[in-house]
């Protein structure tokens, strides 16, 4: 009985779990924190695997020596409205973020979307003091 029982177990935590429907598959770039030309501001990107994996990463050209600086990481399998940490080992940068089939988030800990200065555009820091940091996904 207990074989049984823990088979049930089982085989409903994979049904579960293969239910999880993925907003998207493949790579998305976004800009949730906003540059100023000549900075050389990291191209954020992430990209989703067919099993779930989230990988997050950058890419960053200095802009005085032409040195492109990259870093991936893994911050783990997607679910729908989970917060995801991600965390940069070469820069120490570490945010939190929530996204769905267009649209990227920054969050804190807990989902509550950012409001900062950083993710503002010049045209919009001109008449605001922070902007929400939110970005759509590009393909």
């Given at each position: 009985?207990?074989?049984?029982?823990?088979?049930?177990?089982?085989?409903?935590?994979?049904?579960?779990?293969?239910?999880?429907?993925?907003?998207?598959?493949?790579?998305?770039?976004?800009?949730?924190?906003?540059?100023?030309?000549?900075?050389?501001?990291?191209?954020?990107?992430?990209?989703?695997?067919?099993?779930?994996?989230?990988?997050?990463?950058?890419?960053?050209?200095?802009?005085?020596?032409?040195?492109?600086?990259?870093?991936?990481?893994?911050?783990?399998?997607?679910?729908?409205?989970?917060?995801?940490?991600?965390?940069?080992?070469?820069?120490?940068?570490?945010?939190?973020?929530?996204?769905?089939?267009?649209k990227i988030l920054m969050t804190d800990?807990?989902?509550?979307?950012?409001?900062?200065?950083?993710?503002?555009?010049?045209?919009?820091?001109?008449?605001k003091e922070t902007c929400t940091c939110e970005s759509e996904?590009?393909?």
């Amino acid at each position: 009985m207990k074989k049984i029982f823990s088979l049930m177990i089982l085989c409903i935590g994979i049904f579960t779990f293969a239910q999880v429907k993925l907003p998207f598959t493949g790579h998305r770039s976004f800009d949730i924190l906003k540059g100023y030309s000549g900075t050389g501001t990291p191209h954020y990107y992430l990209n989703v695997k067919k099993n779930g994996d989230v990988l997050f990463g950058y890419v960053q050209v200095n802009q005085a020596n032409g040195k492109e600086t990259t870093e991936e990481i893994n911050a783990g399998k997607y679910a729908p409205n989970k917060v995801m940490k991600v965390q940069f080992k070469k820069y120490d940068e570490t945010f939190f973020v929530k996204f769905d089939k267009n649209k990227i988030l920054m969050t804190d800990e807990k989902g509550n979307i950012q409001n900062l200065e950083g993710c503002c555009s010049s045209t919009e820091s001109i008449d605001k003091e922070t902007c929400t940091c939110e970005s759509e996904l590009y393909e």
